[in-house]
Nanobody, 114 residues
Framework: QVQLVESGGGLVQPGGSLRLSCAAS????????MGWYRQAPGNERELVAV???????NYADSVKGRFTISRDNAQNTMYLQMNSLKPEEAAVYYC????????WGQGTQVTVSS
């Protein structure tokens, strides 16, 4: 059974930083493309960043230069370092894995507020 478990969310002030983690199990992590998505209330789920099995990355324009996606295949874990967070980036952040099928985590809440 595939499991993606996000952690690291919480409350941060505007301009602050958080590091999200996604621990994967039940799949061959290294061959899956991985990504982070987010969904705020009333909004559609949107792509934040992706990293291929080979380590290539791509980001939403809104987070370029502030967020960094990475993966540790030895630990079956993906990360999202988020800096200079903005209030409008408060959302539930989801971990996604993709190869022949899509897998989603349950999400972790990020709140950006003073």
């Amino acid at each position: 059974q595939v499991q993606l478990v996000e952690s690291g969310g919480g409350l941060v002030q505007p301009g602050g930083s958080l590091r999200l983690s996604c621990a994967a199990s039940g799949l061959i992590f290294s061959i899956h493309a991985m990504g982070w998505y987010r969904q705020a209330p009333g909004n559609e789920r949107e792509l934040v960043a992706v990293i291929t099995s080979g380590g290539r990355t791509n980001y939403a324009d809104s987070v370029k230069g502030r967020f960094t996606i990475s993966r540790d295949n030895a630990q079956n874990t993906m990360y999202l370092q988020m800096n200079s967070l903005k209030p409008e980036e408060a959302a539930v952040y989801y971990c996604h894995a993709c190869r022949a099928r899509d897998y989603w985590g349950q999400g972790t809440q990020v709140t950006v507020s003073s």
